[in-house]
Every structure is written in structure tokens, then in C-alpha cells.
């Protein structure tokens, strides 16, 4: 049972270039999520979507677009990445009032 | 903004007990608290979660005070691995997921 998956792992990009971050669940949950997390920080909502088909803003949505087109996955697309966006980017989804899932992260440096 | 409000770090020495605060100040009769941890250069992981009655699990005790504007995370026996920054949520179904600064923890030998 993988959870969630996160694809890639690493990126490096250059400023101005457009990347989507994958992230599938397997768990059959409502909602997934998308944090970016800096340095020595705390986790800050960029998007988050309580079904398929929805998506609603978080904390830092700014530069970001995602995608829910099932139940099972949710895309993060940087379409002119700067290097304000250098971050780690964690996925999560969530049932009802169960726990967070987590992925592994993906560690992206945009130089 | 996070909904709750936490120390920013703490200390305890190893094999003692560890006792970690959170302030729910505006949580609803239907917000249930979870806590989470996240060890270095990992992803966030569940620790435990209740509504209004004590909970205990493999990890940790949550202790919830009768009025839910607190809680307190307890590890029995901190152990080295247990440093990590601890988060306390205010978990609706309905509602966005917002983690604060949390509680880094720092486990002395």
C-alpha cells in the first residue's frame, strides 16, 4: 500500500521554466493538499481540494496553478518558475476527520 | 492564519517525560485536535488524534482539558529519535488544513 506518491523526488529548473509535480493517492480520500515548505520553516498551504473536480486557494497560492481531475490525483504546475520558488513541495490527502497522509516531498531548486 | 498557538521549541532530556502544550483558542464543538511530527528531512507523520476524551496509542497520550481550549501532546519516554518540530492542528472535515510554526523539540543524552 504506497499512500501517497510523489513524482519527482528532485528537480532543478531554471528561472522561467514551467514543471508539474505529480501526486497520486491510493487510499481513496476526498482531499489532497499541497504545501511548500523553506528552510528551516514551517508547512504553508499553497492549494487544496476537498473533492475531484474542486480546488480552492491556500496560504501562498501566487505563481501556482493545480489540477484535480480524479478522485486519485492532484498536480501542482509552476508555470514560470523563480527562484522564490525554491522549496520542498509535500503532498498530503485526507478523509473526513481521519489523519493527514503525507508523501515523501519533492526538493525543487530553481536556479 | 494557524488556529492554534504553540511554544516554539522545547528541551527534555532522554527517558524522561515529555509534556508539549497547544492552545486551541477558537476551535468548534466539531474541530477535532491531531498532532503530527515531522523528523529531519522527512515529510509530516500522524501522531494521534481525540475529540474530547484522552487518547492513547503506541507513539503518545493526548491529554484534551474539558473546555478543548487546550492540549498537551505527552511522550512517556523521549527517546533521541524523537526530536522533531510537533504540530497541533484544529482539524475540521469541511475546512482547509493550516499547520503553524509548531514545537521543535530538542532531546539532550
Known amino acids: 500500500n504506497a499512500g501517497v506518491t510523489q513524482t519527482p523526488k528532485f528537480q532543478v529548473l531554471k528561472t522561467g521554466q514551467s514543471m508539474t509535480l505529480q501526486c497520486a493517492q491510493d487510499m481513496n480520500h476526498n482531499s489532497m493538499y499541497w504545501y511548500r515548505q523553506d528552510p528551516g520553516m514551517g508547512l504553508r498551504l499553497i492549494y487544496y481540494s476537498a473533492s475531484e473536480g474542486t480546488t480552492d486557494k491556500g496560504e501562498v497560492p501566487n505563481g501556482y496553478n493545480v489540477s484535480r481531475l480524479n478522485k486519485r490525483e492532484f498536480s501542482l504546475r509552476l508555470e514560470s518558475a523563480a527562484p522564490s520558488q525554491t522549496s520542498v513541495y509535500f503532498c498530503a490527502a485526507q478523509g473526513g476527520n481521519q489523519p493527514q497522509h503525507f508523501g515523501d516531498g519533492t526538493r525543487l531548486s530553481i536556479l | 492564519d494557524a488556529k492554534t498557538t504553540q511554544p516554539n521549541s522545547m528541551e527534555s532530556n532522554e527517558e524522561e517525560p515529555v509534556h508539549l502544550p497547544c492552545n486551541h483558542s477558537?476551535?468548534?464543538?466539531?474541530?477535532?485536535i491531531h498532532w503530527y511530527r515531522q523528523l529531519p528531512s522527512q515529510g509530516p507523520e500522524y501522531v494521534i488524534h481525540?475529540?474530547?476524551s484522552n487518547v492513547n496509542n503506541r507513539m503518545a497520550s493526548l491529554a484534551i482539558a474539558e473546555d478543548r481550549k487546550s492540549s498537551t501532546l505527552i511522550l512517556h519516554r523521549a527517546t533521541l529519535r524523537d526530536a522533531a518540530v510537533y504540530y497541533c492542528?484544529?482539524?475540521?472535515?469541511?475546512?482547509?488544513?493550516?499547520f503553524g510554526k509548531g514545537t521543535r523539540l530538542h532531546i539532550l543524552p
Open positions: 492542528i484544529d482539524m475540521n472535515r469541511d475546512d482547509k488544513i493550516i
Open positions: 477558537t476551535i468548534s464543538g466539531t474541530d477535532y
Open positions: 481525540g475529540l474530547t
